[in-house]
């Protein structure tokens, strides 16, 4: 019988590639520490990636790309100078995108233009605190030229411990 599983190395290398593909060199390492455990599914693919109890990221079935969990993306916030793949949303709206509520194009106050719709974008205040993560419905420019809709269907919130760190 063949193993269809891949060793902990070789999943670790893949994943990072990915992120590194997604977000730019050195992503991967910056996101997925030594230390990561998988989820695969039936077909041994990999699913999700495990720092402890947390979840990093998810492996998309459909498109092989990832979709943060709140520690990946702070994870990723630390690696990435702004303005890379951060939305800015104003201060009195952050308490509900921290709660996982979607964040609105009105809402928006700066993006990173090379986002594009479909991105996963880091969600944060004026001041670069993480409020959230999710999948861009809008490109950078659309987020900041619209006036109406939905820019970031958010994924995961922080929730309100992140009000309390200041």
């Known amino acids: 019988m063949v193993s269809t599983e891949y060793s902990n190395d070789s999943s670790l290398r893949r994943i990072r590639t990915i992120a590194d593909f997604q977000f730019g060199a050195g992503a991967g390492v910056a996101i997925f520490p030594d230390e990561c455990t998988f989820q695969f599914?039936?077909?041994?693919?990999?699913r999700q990636v495990r720092i402890g109890k947390?979840?990093?990221?998810?492996?998309?079935?459909?498109?092989g790309r990832l979709t943060l969990g709140i520690v990946g993306a702070a994870?990723?916030?630390?690696?990435?100078?702004?303005?890379?793949?951060r939305v800015t949303v104003q201060e009195d709206v952050a308490p509900f995108v921290a709660d996982g509520k979607n964040a609105m194009?009105?809402?928006?106050?700066a993006?990173?233009?090379?986002i594009r719709a479909g991105d996963e974008v880091l969600v944060v205040t004026g001041?670069?605190?993480?409020?959230?993560t999710g999948a861009a419905l809008l490109s950078g420019r659309e987020m900041l030229a619209f006036n109406y809709?939905?820019?970031v269907?958010?994924?995961?919130?922080?929730?309100?411990?992140c009000f309390q760190e200041k």
Request: proline letters at 4%; glycine letters at 10%.
């Open 127 to 132: 001041d670069d605190v993480l409020l959230a």
């Open 41 to 46: 599914s039936t077909t041994g693919r990999i």
């Open 105 to 109: 194009a009105k809402h928006v106050v």
């Open 54 to 63: 947390e979840r990093l990221a998810t492996v998309r079935a459909q498109d």
């Open 149 to 151: 809709g939905v820019a």
């Open 111 to 114: 993006a990173d233009e090379g």
């Open 75 to 85: 994870r990723l916030a630390a690696h990435l100078a702004p303005p890379a793949y």
């Open 153 to 161: 269907k958010v994924r995961q919130g922080r929730g309100s411990e």
